[in-house]
């Protein structure tokens, strides 16, 4: 296929079916529809509507390009004839990302989550989709890192002659509206600097240095910030091209063996383990977690989506599980003490400003001084 093909990835939470833990099959046929009527309409070649936990996924191909009106107008319809079914059915948090009443262009900064890619379709085009919930978009950082600069991850770093030239890292400070270039392995230890804070620096996108061509892209919509307020966590999606000039299906998983620790869970205020699951147990209910993440796998053949297969449904991520819960039960344990609870800056919920606000006039500086200026009194007691 010599046309330019684009895949786009877009997610909203509009309704959760028991709270927050899972997506009733009804918001999933409702956004079919719409996006049946836009394939029949020619705007798309292809869809796919699945879900991760409380959140609604589309995935389509066309050949419009990234941020087109038609295909982010159509993406917003179908989560609106979602959200209307949500609300029949008084489902919790009923259109809760749809920060807008009506469509303006691109849904970025709207609410709902976006990553797209634009590049020739290859003889065999493999495409691995991850979709997590529960999280913010800072949880791609370490996985992709490893994915495309780690050799101790990927072998191919070293012994394939076009994954050998490294890869550019696009980096996005989402507090700044900034970003920044960075090419590896050269620039490794200054790309960790940015990365190893998840919370405000996030990787949108790689690339290859041998042929230029996206590798992946990822979500880096922070609700929080669009919307001045807690509306619930971003759980982002990320996109990665697999094999030939990109690493191999395997070496893209193989982060994911590590459950490593993400910012969000309940009320997206809390640190957890990601913890890689088939679609069918990306129903997070402990504590409204752990984070979790899910695989999906596609051929594309001419724009059309051949999949996908649950490439987390495997015995080898058990151990990966298995230490994912230890971990949560370690976290747990320190209830509402940092290092589980988030640091005061990074809480998505947090009633400090009025806690603070209520006890102002108690708040005295210690100018030097010691403390306590006096000791506290003493109960009185009965001598005989």
């Given at each position: ?7 786009s ?10 709270g ?7 918001l ?25 936990g409380d ?6 191909t ?19 004839r ?15 990302d ?11 900064g ?23 919930d ?14 495309f ?30 970003r920044?270039i ?15 804070a ?6 949108k996108?790689?690339y290859?240095?041998a ?5 992946a ?9 669009i ?17 030939s000039?990109f ?7 193989e ?5 490593h ?7 997206g205020s809390?640190?957890g ?14 504590f ?13 053949a001419?724009?059309r ?7 987390f ?6 151990l ?8 949560a ?22 009633t ?9 006039d ?15 009194p ?7």
């Amino acid at each position: 296929m010599s046309q330019e093909i684009t895949l786009s990835v877009i997610k909203a939470d509009v309704g959760g079916w028991v709270g927050h833990s899972a997506m009733h099959p009804e918001l999933e046929r409702a956004a079919r529809e719409v996006l049946s009527e836009g394939k029949q309409r020619g705007i798309l070649v292809d869809y796919h509507v699945t879900h991760c936990g409380d959140d609604l996924e589309l995935i389509m191909t066309h050949t419009r390009g990234v941020e087109h009106r038609d295909v982010h107008e159509l993406a917003w319809r179908a989560f609106e004839r979602a959200t209307e079914a949500a609300r029949d059915l008084k489902l919790y948090g009923a259109g809760q990302d749809l920060l807008s009443d009506a469509f303006s262009g691109n849904v970025r900064g709207m609410g709902p989550g976006v990553a797209e890619m634009t590049f020739v379709e290859r003889k065999s085009e493999t495409i691995v989709i991850f979709l997590a919930d529960k999280t913010s978009p800072g949880a791609w950082n370490l996985p992709l890192f490893r994915m495309f600069a780690d050799p101790f991850n990927t072998a191919g770093l070293v012994i394939s002659p076009t994954l050998h030239h490294g890869f550019r890292f696009e980096v996005h400070d989402v507090r700044e509206n900034k970003r920044i270039i960075l090419d590896c392995p050269e620039e490794m230890y200054d790309l960790l600097i940015f990365i190893g804070a998840p919370s405000r620096y996030n990787i949108k996108a790689v690339y290859s240095r041998a042929t230029g061509e996206i590798a992946a892209v990822s979500s880096t919509d922070r609700l929080s910030l669009i919307a001045g307020r807690y509306v619930g966590k971003d759980d982002p999606v990320c996109i990665v091209r697999c094999q030939s000039q990109f690493p191999a299906v395997g070496e893209v998983l193989e982060p994911f063996a590590f459950p490593h620790v993400v910012e969000g869970w309940m009320r997206g205020s809390h640190h957890g383990p990601l913890m890689p699951v088939s679609q069918r147990e990306a129903r997070p209910s402990r504590f409204d977690g752990p984070p979790r993440v899910i695989a999906l796998g596609f051929q594309l053949a001419e724009g059309r989506l051949i999949g996908p297969v649950d490439l987390f449904d495997d015995p080898s991520f058990d151990l990966a599980r298995r230490q994912a819960n230890l971990i949560a039960g370690y976290l747990r344990r320190h209830g509402p003490f940092e290092p589980h609870r988030l640091p005061m800056e990074e809480m998505e919920y947090t009633t400090l400003p009025d806690v603070m606000s209520r006890l102002a006039d108690r708040m005295e500086p210690l100018d030097g001084r010691q403390p306590l200026t006096q000791p506290a009194p003493q109960p009185e007691m009965d001598v005989d």
